[in-house]
Structures are given as C-alpha cells and as structure tokens.
C-alpha cells in the first residue's frame, strides 16, 4: 500500500520559517513528479510546488517565489518545502503528492501550517 506521509507543520510568525517533509513508503516514486499543494479555509487547492524526478526543473506559484524551495531525496523516498519568511497568507493545509503517468494518483493526509500576524 503506498503511502505518503507529511510532517513538519505547525505555527509560527510571520517572518517565521518551517521545512515541510514528505516520506513515501510502499513503492518507490525517484521517477516520478513530486509536488506540493495547499488549500485554505474556503478556497479551492492551489498547486505551490513541484519538482521532477531527478530535480532538475522545479515549479513554483507566483506568490512563494524567492521565498519556497522545494528537493528530494530519492535515496530517501522523501520530498521537502522549506518555507522561509512565512505571510499570514501561506496558512493552510499542505500536501504532498506524486504524479505518475501524467496524473496526481497519490495523495498525502495533509500537515497545517498557520502563520500568525
């Protein structure tokens, strides 16, 4: 049964930083796309982050560029988002999720990250 499983969130200032973790288990996804999504209270998921399978090209929305990085490590089966100068507008539920033959198939539980003003 594969899973994904994210940790890493919590509550912090704004100006605050935290470092996002993604640990796949039950196959191995070095192949695969990796990416980050968000959701917040009364919006609809946005994609924040993804990165291909060797890291070579990464993606980024707008509005955490220069701020958000996202790596992998394959040996690890594990995928992180540091996330530095945290805006109240970055609270929501992060996940982590893998893309495999052109569709995002697997799908973490999800980890909040609050920030407070």
């Known amino acids: 049964q594969v899973q994904l499983v994210e940790s890493g969130g919590g509550l912090v200032q704004a100006g605050g930083s935290l470092r996002l973790s993604c640990a796949v288990s039950?196959?191995?996804?070095?192949?695969?796309?990796m990416g980050w999504f968000r959701q917040a209270p009364g919006k609809e998921r946005e994609a924040v982050s993804s990165?291909?399978?060797?890291?070579?090209?990464?993606y980024y929305t707008n509005s955490v560029k220069g701020r958000f990085t996202i790596s992998r490590d394959n040996a690890k089966n594990t995928v992180y988002l540091q996330m530095n100068n945290l805006k109240p507008e970055d609270t929501a539920v992060y996940y982590c999720?893998?893309?495999?033959?052109?569709?995002?198939?697997?799908w973490g539980q999800g980890t909040q990250v609050t920030v407070s003003s």
């Open positions: 990165i291909i399978y060797n890291g070579g090209s990464t």
């Open positions: 039950g196959r191995t996804f070095s192949n695969a796309v």
């Open positions: 999720a893998a893309n495999t033959g052109g569709n995002w198939n697997y």
